[in-house]
């Protein structure tokens, strides 16, 4: 079976390789893409569940490596399908509490998975269904669009979905990924992508000693089932300020309730940024002088620090993912906005288009 990163990508061309990934539980076939920049970055991805499989990017010695968690063959990920690793996560990214909400005066129910509540869109969300591949815009081919059709009330939701994302490498080594939906009724909609981090290489360790900076001077509190409270805290003063370059193992075992409950960092950060695509984060890693900055047009991050890894997986290098092994950057609304009235709106109407970029951002220092 082909493995990710088994690719010969003409740099010129950019055009990307595409290759069996096992089949999908239905017995459909799945593929794996890969695009490439003309300075060697590349990035493979599935059209199962949306999915950022390896993205290999150099050190400040110029050496490669692959800085995403993630398995080599799709029976893997069937394996270790809650963990969402790298893929596109919908309809509704992260969480809602008891997995109920209503909208114009009717409830609707999502999946329980997750505690008490429903997280990143119930018990079968976009993570775990197989996109089509739809036609790219980019003549040198350096872009991979995939589609998906999310029935009326699949897993819950109201309105039939059609979703684009669009992943694009460029050569000022930008990995961009735009979002477009349109629904026929109104329903609530949050995407984004799961991928996990390790700047250092996947499966190097943990990633305590990470740089990171998020331009947010405000986050959401939670309560001990990981749901917000509706409140906008102040970051100043506490674990959560990352406004200056901090590691993340340089508070994260405090005694502070909101980290025991989440076990570390796994919290919404509220972006002072207005809607535009701006600087939400940057992370650095002190030993390879790999950088990453994260862009978005969301109004929030949740900054995830592999808290419910366990090291009972086995990830690309054959090595085990332990705990705190990734990092997760999710750009998003804020978590279980349809019931938080003070929250920014997740409702899509027909006649709206859902629109949303993040970019990923690579650099040495």
């Known amino acids: ?166 992943f694009r490498l460029s050569d000022q080594n930008e990995l961009s ?13 949050n995407l984004t992508n799961h991928a996990y981090f390790n700047l250092a290489g996947e499966g190097s360790g943990d990633i305590l000693g990470h740089q990171v900076t998020l331009f947010a001077s405000r986050f959401t ?10 409140e906008i805290g102040v970051v100043r003063d506490t674990p959560f300020d990352f406004r200056q370059a901090t590691a993340i193992g340089e508070h994260i075992e405090e005694p502070v309730e909101q980290l025991q409950w989440a076990r570390g960092y796994d919290h919404n950060f509220v972006l002072d940024s207005d809607g535009r695509l701006a600087l939400a984060a940057r992370v650095a890693e002190p030993s390879s002088g790999r950088v990453l900055e994260v862009l978005t047009t969301e109004p929030g991050i949740q900054f995830y620090s592999g808290n419910f890894l366990d090291g009972g997986t086995t990830g690309k290098k054959r090595k085990t993912y332990g705990f705190r092994s990734g990092f997760s950057l999710e750009t998003q609304h804020f978590p279980d906005s349809p019931n938080q009235p003070g929250f920014p709106s997740t409702v899509l109407k027909p006649g709206q288009r859902f629109q949303s970029t993040t970019v990923y951002r690579f650099s040495i220092e």
């Open 177 to 189: 990924i735009d979002y477009g939906a349109t629904t026929d009724q109104d329903t609530v909609l």
């Open 1 to 166: 079976m082909p493995h990710a990163g088994d690719y010969a990508v003409n740099a010129e061309t950019g055009r990307f390789a595409k290759r069996s990934f096992g089949p999908a539980p239905g017995g459909e076939p799945t593929y794996l893409y890969a695009l490439k920049n003309a300075n060697g970055i590349e990035v493979a991805i599935s059209n199962y569940g949306a999915t950022i499989v390896s993205l290999k990017v150099p050190d400040r010695s110029g050496d490669f490596d692959d800085v995403v968690l993630g398995y080599s063959n799709l029976s893997d990920y069937l394996s270790h399908k809650n963990q969402y690793l790298g893929a596109t996560i919908g309809r509704y990214a992260n969480r809602i509490a008891r997995g109920r909400f209503t909208l114009n005066g009717r409830d609707h129910r999502v999946p329980i998975n997750n505690g008490p509540n429903a997280l990143h869109g119930g018990k079968k969300g976009f993570d775990k269904r197989l996109w089509s591949e739809e036609p790219a815009t980019e003549s040198l081919g350096r872009e991979l669009k995939l589609h998906y059709a999310s029935r009326d009330g699949e897993e819950g939701f109201p309105g039939n979905l059609d979703v684009e994302v669009s």
């Open 221 to 230: 509190p939670i309560d001990e089932t990981l749901i917000p409270t509706g």
